[in-house]
């Protein structure tokens, strides 16, 4: 189901080019992409910054918090400058452990940005930690694809 999302990505990009931006899905998303036909033709690649450091120095992330809608946003900005791509999506949360940041267990942030326009949105997702991360992967493709429209 997620890679049906993917293709319906791909079938919207005309010539733009995407990236990715992961923390807690950690590749998932370009996993994805990477498995629709052509893929090298719009898909520049992608960074899993886990740790706060690497959101920082990769992706120039400045927020107070790397579990946040402001921190997916700047990962997602951060990413398509990175890799001089025209669209980037973002995930940024807690799959499992203990909340931190007043973040609670299966919660989510995914940003996109498309043509320099930037979105977020926070969601939540029930069960094992990989169950949040498969969750978060396809809904991070569902948002990329519904801000592009």
């Excluded at 990715?20 to 719009?42: F, M, P, Q, Y």
């Excluded at 900005?77 to 799959?95: K, N």
């Excluded at 989510?108 to 949040?132: A, L, M, Q, W, Y």
Aim: glycine content about 10%; charged content about 25%.
């Amino acid at each position: 189901m997620t890679v049906k999302v993917a293709e319906a990505i791909a079938e919207r990009l005309g010539e733009r080019r995407v990236t990715v931006a992961e923390s807690c899905t950690a590749g998932r998303v370009a996993s994805a992409l990477a498995c629709v036909d052509h893929a090298t033709d719009w898909f520049r690649g992608g960074v899993v910054a886990y740790q706060r450091n690497a959101k920082e120095a990769l992706l120039d992330v400045t927020a107070q918090s790397v579990l946040s809608a402001e921190a997916a946003e700047q990962m997602a900005t951060g990413a398509c400058r990175v890799f001089e791509a025209d669209i980037a999506v973002s995930t940024t949360g807690l799959a499992g452990g203990e909340p931190q940041d007043g973040v609670e267990v299966g919660t989510v942030f995914i940003g996109t940005c498309v043509d320099g326009i930037v979105k977020s949105r926070r969601h939540h997702f029930d069960g094992e930690p990989e169950d949040v991360c498969d969750a978060a992967a396809h809904q991070a493709l569902v948002d990329l694809l519904d801000h592009i429209g």
